[in-house]
């Protein structure tokens, strides 16, 4: 089976502080990406990876950067969290060949205080 | 760029019914589509998929129907049983990248 993990299933941040949130892939997939889930707005893309080292912005990325320094370990960033960052964090992994069949991890709430 | 809708953000049936959840998409050039179940705490699961040169594809209990002349496309869910409790969302491929609608959310009554 397939696994994407996710580092932490909750977390609580104060409003400035820096957060990571890390991803791991088990099926050595190419491709990694990180979405938010927020109510009314589906998920939404916020950056991903086709490759090691390789990062490209998806629909949302202010506020946000990543790091791919392994091909299974893909890391959000948020620099300064803010409230409005308060989401559902979903990572997900795809082959090369078959980029639009994602799996995604659990999941992590982010609230920001 | 794409766009995609879902008609009804909840739906409630009877076990043992049949379910239809519907998604509208904007980009007529769009190639691939997918289904994928979210239950609650858990990320989405992806379910069954469907090219652009195809109108329909059955899987273990779920037909999705892909009408390119109105760009709607449709999860159906046979005998809906109460772990089919969850919600559902649509995602149109755009160039590697998914774009989803906002997620039915569908309840099983026993």
């Known amino acids: 089976d397939v696994k994407v993990t996710q580092s932490s299933r909750y977390l609580v941040k104060r409003t400035g502080e820096k957060v990571f949130l890390e991803c791991v892939q088990d099926m050595d997939h190419e491709n990694m990406f990180w979405y938010r889930q927020d109510p009314g707005l589906g998920l939404r893309l916020i950056y991903f990876?086709?490759?090691?080292?390789?990062?490209e912005k998806g629909d949302i990325p202010e506020g946000y950067s990543v790091s791919r320094e392994k091909k299974e370990r893909f890391s959000l960033i948020l620099e300064s969290a803010s409230t409005n960052q308060t989401s559902m964090y979903l990572c997900a992994s795809s082959a090369f060949s078959v980029p639009y069949e994602q799996y995604f991890g659990p999941g992590t709430r982010l609230t920001v205080t | 760029g794409e766009s995609v809708g879902l008609h009804l953000p909840t739906l409630s049936v009877q076990e043992g019914d049949n379910s239809i959840i519907n998604c509208a998409y904007s980009n007529s050039a769009s190639d691939y589509f997918i289904w994928y179940k979210q239950e609650s705490g858990k990320g989405p699961q992806f379910i069954i998929d469907?090219?652009?040169?195809?109108d329909k594809r059955q899987g273990q209990r779920v037909t999705v129907l892909l009408n390119k002349t109105v760009k709607h496309l449709s999860l159906q869910i046979a005998a809906t049983q109460p772990g089919d409790s969850a919600v559902y969302f649509c995602a149109v491929n755009q160039g590697g990248k998914l774009i989803f609608g906002q997620g039915t959310e569908l309840s099983v009554k026993p």
């Open positions: 990876s086709y490759d090691v080292k390789m990062k």
């Open positions: 469907i090219r652009s040169n195809m």
